[in-house]
């Protein structure tokens, strides 16, 4: 089918993202919209797990050479159906912490919203520099069942990772 056909309104979305300072840390905040499309939910009401990585970075700015990377980050999160217990499981790979819900909205509820999350140490940032924030939602497509990848590849309805957010960070 052509790309036209596709409902151009999926994926994902950095909405917001700022930093604030919390004790000798920056921490950030984000707000993030999930719009997943109809191959996806069919895929994870079947399901198939769907996995997303968090990507940050923290750079300094520079005038004449490319930005230095003080702090690069990630994360993973997983969601799945559960058909017997008729449930929606997140959980984060990274930690462990795995939250049930009834309905796919609240956990894609859980994804959007990000607080609080240590960015850098205070100590690592100099007053009299600049420093700009990324942040990058990524849909793992290599994590999907191996005969539903080519598909996924090949076909717009799994292209479900944001761009780049970049934000100056607040000193």
């Known amino acids: 089918m052509p790309v036209s056909v596709y409902p ?4 994902v979305t950095v909405k917001n993202a700022d930093t604030s300072l919390l004790g000798e840390d920056y921490v950030l905040a ?19 797990p769907l996995f997303w990585t968090y990507q940050f970075k923290v750079q300094e700015q520079r005038n004449y050479f490319w930005n230095g990377t003080l702090v690069e980050k990630s994360f993973r999160y997983r969601i799945q ?36 999350f240590p960015l850098i140490e205070k100590a690592k940032i100099a007053h009299k520099k600049q420093y700009i924030a ?12 191996l005969p539903l990848r080519p598909i996924a590849n090949m076909n717009p309805q799994w292209y479900l990772s944001s761009d780049w957010y970049v934000w100056t960070l607040k000193k």
């Open 134 to 145: 990324r942040m990058k939602i990524t849909f793992e497509r290599d994590a999907l069942p």
């Open 81 to 116: 159906y559960h058909a017997l217990l008729n449930m929606y499981r997140v959980r984060n790979e990274s930690n462990g912490a795995v939250d049930n819900f009834s309905t796919l909205q609240a956990a894609l509820d859980l994804l959007s919203t990000l607080r609080d």
């Open 8 to 11: 151009s309104n999926t994926g």
């Open 30 to 48: 984000a707000d993030i919209n999930y719009q997943l499309s109809d191959k996806a939910t069919e895929a994870l009401r079947n399901g198939v």
